[in-house]
């Protein structure tokens, strides 16, 4: 692995509830991401994925343990719906967040944002209102606006669970392309097995609530991955087990 980027030390999180109970959602995560790495984050729902990547991102602090991680203003995120601001065109989308993260930088920005409209294949579309874009042309959009900003880390939380089937595959496609090109760190949380598998560099498996690390797997296998290649298949069966999920529930998939 390169030089750690992103360190969890024995990470716990808990919420207070009602009657001053506490609702314990991870326990004792510990792992780490090396810079470049694609790291994709399972786990049956309500296991903390979502919770792993606000703390990671500084929206949430953890109970207890320790995090190493980039400050948040380094941070990129890419949520479940683009949330564009519709009064604004899609360059303006890019130009507001990214002027919003040039204060208090130390280094220049390396690239305009023409060349980010052009990495989503966007360039003819900088002019548009998200209106008249489709839902996966929006979300390209927000791809690309979090990658303007520049970020040592880019967090996609469930990026395109709201897509059809077809369109998820493109935009699947699209960012393995770029993370190819680009090699920025990204965690990637998704409930969809073989996204995991086709997309990242390792993955992560997380128990049901209080998540807990059941197994972090390198994913040893070039792209365009398929479930043919035996790296890819053992991983795939890998995962799959450690969900619960037995033969007989997956042929019904």
Known sequence: MSEPIITFDSVCKSFDIAGGDSLQVLDDISFSVGDGEFVAVLGPSGSGKSTLLNILSGLQNPTSGLLDAPSPDEIGFVFQRARLLPWRTVEQNLAITRAARAEGRRN????????????AGLSDYGGFYPAALSGGMQQRVSIARALATEPAMLLMDEPFSALDEMTARKQRAFLRDLWLKRRSTIVFVTHNVMEAISLATSVIVLSARPGRVLDHIAVDAEHPRSLTDP????VYERVMGLLGVG???RAAL
Do not use: G, T
């Open 108 to 119: 220049p920005f390396q690239r305009d944002i023409a060349d980010y409209l052009a990495a």
């Open 231 to 234: 790296a890819v298949e053992a």
């Open 247 to 249: 033969e007989r529930d």
